[in-house]
Every structure is written in C-alpha cells, then in structure tokens.
C-alpha cells in the first residue's frame, strides 16, 4: 500500500522503478515535435500511464496529449505567501512593540501602515522560494543518476532530440508489445533502458 | 494555438503576432540555435575576453582599494559635509539598483504579456540586473561608516537584544533591496537550468561535465518537469512584477518620507520607477550592441529587438520627462517657499550645470527616436544609450545633492564637492559590474536557448500536421513500421 503510494509519487515526478529484469523502460525517439505530440497521445490513449516525454523546450498541449492535469505547483506559492506575510507581521509587532520598544515622536510602536512594504517584501520572498523549492520538489530534482543517462543518443535531448519513454512498471508495459506499438507509433530509433544498480 | 488559418499557413503557426520580421532570423534548425549561443561557452578563450577581463579585473580592483582605504580611514575620505551627509555612496546605489530595473522588466513584466521577443535578451537583462545589484549593495554595506555592525542592518538576534527598526525606510530598502537580489538570482537561475542542461550534454570534458551537471541538476526535458517548471517560471513572474514596481518605490520613500523640500512629494515611486526602467533599458541597448556583435547572434538578437527597447527607452524617458516638468508645477503650486526655493535653486543655482545635464540627456536626447531610421541605426542608438546613462546618474545627483545642500538654515548651506576616493570608487563598480558580466559572457548560455527554440514556428507541434514532413498519427499509421 504505501509502497504503491511511494511508487505513485516517483511516477508523477517522472522517477521510474526498474522491473525484475533491471529494465528501466523504453525509449523511442521522434523526429520533430510533432511526432512527439501525435505519439504522446497515442501512447496515453492505449492505455499506458507510466510514460514520459522529453524535449528541448515545453511542447504546447503536450500536458493534455499525455493526460497529465495542471501543475500543483500555485498552492505552494500560496501557501509560502501566507507564510512570508504572518512572519513579517509577527516579527514587527514582536520586536517593534513586546521586546524593543522605542518611542519616536510618539507614534503607535506597531501599526499596520508602516508595516505594509516589509509585509509585502517577505510574502514575495517566501512564495518565490516556495515556488522554486516546491517545483524541484515536485519534479524529484535535484536527480544526479537518471538511467536515461546511459544512451547516446539520449545526449540530443537537450538540443534537438525528442523521446518518448515508456516505464517498465507501467501495468501495460511488454518488452515485446510495446516496442513493436513505438515503432508503428513512428519513433525513429529505440532502445530498451538498463538501471544496473552498483555498476 | 491551432486555427483553421495557421493550419494552412504552418510557416507562420509559432508566431503570436502579426509581423513582417520573424524573431528568429536566418532560418535556424533547433541544432543551429544550440549551436550558435553554446559554442561561445565552449571554445578557447579568445584573446580580446582576456584583455576585456584584464582591463575590467583592474578596475574592479581599483574599487577594493578604494574601500580598504575607507575602511581604514573612515568616511571622512569622502567629500560629505555637513548638510550634505548624503553623497555618491547613495547616488551610485540608487544608480545601480535602477540599472537592474531592465532585466525583471524584461524578463517578467514582458513575460506576462507574452512578449516573445523577450527571450532573446532576457537572460542577458537578468544577469546585468544581478551585477547591477550587487554594485548597489556594495554602497549600503561600505557607507555606514562603522562598517564592523553592518549587520544591524539585518533583524539577527543578538546578545544585547537589540532590533532594527521597522518603521524606518532605510530599514524598508535593506528588505526591499535584498529580497530583489534573492528573487531575481532564483528567477534567472530557474530560467537557465535547461540551458545549463544543454551545456552539459554537449561537454566533452570530465569536470565540465560534472560541474553543468551539477548545476543542472539532473534536467532530463521532461515533460512532466516541464509540467511543473512552466508553471514555476510562470509564478515567478507574477511575483517579480509587483517586486520591481516596489524596489524602487522603496527606494524613493528614503526620500519621500523625509522631510526635505524637494525630497517630499508623491510623486516619487512612479517617477522612480519609470526612471529605473528608462536607465536600465538604456544599459542593455548599451550592452548588447557591443556584445551581440562581439559573439555574432544577430540573428537571435535582431535590429526589431532593439528597435523596440528603443521604443521603450523613448516611452519611459519622456515618462521621467514629464515627472520633472510635474514636480515643477507641484512646487510652484503648492505655495510652500521652501519647496519653490528648492526647485528654482535646482534649475538656477550652483548645481544649474547638473540639473541642465539631466534634462537634455533624460528628455531631450531620447526624443530623437521618434524617428524610425534612428531608433533603428545601431550607432545612434549606442550613443544615445551612453546619454541616458549619463542622465539618469546625474538625476539621481541632482535629486540627492541640491536638496540637501541648501536646507532650511542658511548658517548651514555649502557645496558638496566629490573627492578622489569618491570618484575612484564609482568607477570601481564599473569594473566590478564588467568582471562578473564578462564571467557571465564566458561561462553561461547568454541566450535563453531553450525559449528562443520555443518560439520559433517548427517548435509548434501542429506545425506539421498539413506541410508533409511530419509524422501526424494518420500519416505514420498508413506508412507502417519504418524504424
């Protein structure tokens, strides 16, 4: 059970256990942007779940070829907002009024008006480093050992090269079957993925 | 993204709008684009970066003299006197703080209005807004004059119990300030990641390999990251939008919280920020004439991308123009002797050479970008750049010195004269500024490659639907198995 939930998780930042075999996955690769879209809903309407794409830049719908929602990234935001703002609040009212009070000219030792620019400075602060912090998070990042690592070919990603791969631990996933669907999908090259563990 | 139009006009399909221009000249594949901004990374280092870094490392170490002397001295090596407390060290900082303005303005503000012409010089915007601020900070941190407590600056539980306090501006701007250092160092490095990844794929070299892996973190392209990065990046600009618009108004309350004629009008946090985004603008025509030209990415950085911060250089400075004119009247209207003493001593009085610099760079100057085959010549625009930066040093002068050298005692009135060290250090962060930008240049993608990818027409993935070289389902399900 929490193993499934665990495997869950890792699945959604695209992290992939390897099967019996030490067999990480599939990967195809396409010839433009296009392919790789066409392929993405194909694979996703087959019935596979398990699969990613990658590609030098965001491909437009290419969320919605492969069935994934919207990113959750927006309530971390929210929520370090939240956070930046009730700290900027407390730490003014505390200091200012409790354990260091300083008369000036007799104006109020807390009040909200001359607290605005901080408030409004830490919120900014806490959603950015939320934001940043929560999409790292999110995307299993930072990843130094990706089995993808081991292709050649999967060099090309970063310039010009747009692949497809399919999870060995996808319910659906065949060595046999789902090769032989990649290559009626398109895919101009692929190669089945080795994670050897302690190599 | 897909209508019936663009479907039977796929050259077109990437482009928002409506353009004779394509934002990507010379008809670049994916590779070219790779090629063209990583290759500038990778190759021997060319003489002239050498002696460019020579010249600007010199300079910059100008500067830490310049502050070791301060600091064993103190700042009575400057030429701050009695009413004016207040001279370069707080001219420079707002002078460069400005100069950051561009980069967030370019890469968020432009962002959010889905401006695609951006992402040809937001990185580079970026990193001048990093460097600009860090010579911002060096003044805050060197002018407090027991520079060994700077850190009071910072709420830091201490053992005498001590707190800043909140309800000072200059407490505002440290925040201020300091968050926008943070914010945009996250952003810009968010923004290179994929690039960074780029780089490290490339590399043949062990260590560099693992050194752009590190950074890189990992960054395979996915796109269930892809999923979450965009919505990051997204987020981020919307809260660099408001950040900028506040850093400098911020800023501005360190005067227009004062009591100072000349100091004290509402006018300030617009009129700062509009004069912020007119110098900062500035700094990037000035910086990326020379170096698109030095690395030959004109295709990627394009006489219409120039042409239209031309236009933005044009917009904001008759903005700054009209708030000089504004603050005029306002003083003129207002009644108050002190406050018409002060504008009429700033136009007519000693510091009439300033003040009459300002004007002519900041309104004058800019106007001639009316004209079309100016605003589009790289000449002019070189050199009208240099004005503006000029101007928009001087006004920062203007605004701190002749309000403060004539106060309300005329017992007290005198002329602020900089001294050497003064000077000296100013041009210092120059060198400090050019050092790290030049690093940058060496070192880092100086284009956005993935987001320049992503704009071009092929990046669109119905581009191909209909123009034959695609492998849309239908055509790829009829040819069969063909790997």
Not at chain 1, 100 to 117: C, D, H, Q, R, T
Not at chain 2, 224 to 242: G, I, M
Not at chain 2, 334 to 362: D, H, K, L
């Amino acid at each position: 059970m929490l193993k499934n939930l665990a495997s869950e998780v890792k699945a959604s930042m695209g992290i992939f256990e390897a099967d019996a075999d030490d067999n990480y996955g599939i990967l195809a690769e396409f010839e433009n942007p296009g392919a790789l879209y066409h392929a993405a809903q194909d694979v996703h309407n087959e019935g596979y779940r398990r699969f990613d794409t990658y590609s030098p830049f965001p491909i437009h719908g290419m969320d919605k070829a492969m069935g994934l929602g919207n990113s959750k990234v927006g309530y971390l935001t929210l929520g370090g907002g939240f956070f930046g703002l009730a700290l900027a609040t407390w730490l003014q009212w505390w200091t200012g009024a409790i354990v260091y009070p300083i008369n000036v000219s007799g104006k109020p030792l807390f009040a909200i008006e001359p607290s605005i620019p901080i408030m409004f400075e830490l919120t900014i602060l806490f959603a950015a480093a939320a934001t940043v912090g929560g999409m790292l998070v999110m995307n299993g990042l930072p990843r130094p050992f990706n089995p993808l690592f081991y292709s050649e070919r999967f060099q090309k990603v970063t310039d010009d090269g747009f692949f497809l791969a399919v999870a060995a631990n996808d319910k659906k996933f065949n060595l046999v079957e789902t090769r032989t669907f990649l290559e009626r999908m398109g895919a101009v090259h692929i190669e089945v993925i080795k994670d050897i563990p302690n190599d | 993204m897909s209508t019936a139009s663009t479907a039977l006009q796929p050259e077109t399909s990437g482009a928002d709008f409506h353009d004779e221009e394509p934002l990507v000249s010379g008809n670049m594949s994916f590779h070219d684009i790779t090629e063209l901004v990583s290759h500038h990374t990778e190759k021997k280092t060319p003489r002239a970066w050498l002696l460019a870094f020579a010249v600007a490392s010199t300079v910059m170490s100008l500067l830490l003299l310049m502050i070791a002397y301060l600091f064993w001295n103190g700042v009575g090596v400057w030429g701050l006197n009695n009413p004016v407390s207040w001279g370069y060290a707080i001219v420079n900082f707002v002078f460069w703080v400005g100069i950051g303005h561009a980069g967030t303005l370019i890469s968020a503000i432009l962002f959010l209005f889905r401006q695609q012409w951006r992402t040809a010089i937001n990185r580079t915007a970026e990193a001048m807004t990093i460097f600009a601020v860090i010579c911002a900070l060096v003044f805050p941190g060197i002018h407090v004059g027991r520079v060994w407590v700077a850190y009071w600056m910072f709420p830091i539980p201490n053992q005498m119990g001590m707190w800043p306090q909140f309800r000072s501006p200059l407490l505002w701007d440290v925040f201020a300030v300091s968050v926008y250092f943070t914010v945009s160092l996250m952003f810009w490095y968010v923004g290179m990641i994929p690039d960074l990844a780029t780089l490290r794929d490339r590399s043949s070299k062990k260590i560099r390999q693992k050194v752009m892996g590190v950074l890189a973190m990992g960054w395979t392209g996915s796109n269930r990251h892809w999923r979450n990065y965009e919505k990051a990046y997204l987020l981020l600009a919307a809260l660099a939008t408001p950040l900028v618009l506040s850093v400098h108004s911020v800023v501005s309350f360190d005067f227009a919280v004062s009591i100072v004629p000349g100091w004290h009008t509402t006018i300030f946090p617009p009129y700062f920020v509009a004069g912020a985004i007119f110098s900062g603008f500035a700094m990037v025509v000035t910086l990326l004439v020379i170096s698109r030209k030095v690395f030959g990415i004109e295709n990627i950085i394009t006489i219409k991308h120039l042409e239209r911060m031309n236009i933005i250089i044009l917009l904001t400075g008759s903005m700054v123009g009209f708030a000089y004119i504004t603050e005029f009247f306002i003083a003129w209207y207002s009644g108050v002797q002190y406050e018409q003493y002060a504008f009429i001593n700033r136009a007519f009085g000693p510091y009439a050479w300033a003040y009459w610099t300002m004007m002519s760079c900041n309104l004058l100057v800019p106007q001639l970008f009316w004209f079309k085959k100016l605003r589009r010549s790289i000449v002019v625009m070189f050199v009208i750049s240099i004005f503006v930066n000029i101007g928009m040093w001087f006004e920062r002068f203007v605004i701190v010195v002749t309000s403060l050298h004539r106060d309300y005692l005329p017992s007290s009135w005198d002329y602020y004269t900089p001294t050497a060290v003064d000077v000296l250090t100013f041009v210092g962060t120059f060198g400090l500024f050019f050092t790290f930008f030049l690093l940058f240049l060496r070192f880092l993608p100086m284009v956005a490659v993935s987001e320049v990818k992503g704009i071009t027409p092929q990046a669109n993935p119905h581009f191909y639907d209909h123009s034959g070289d695609g492998q849309s389902v239908e055509h790829t399900v009829e040819t069969g198995e063909n790997s």
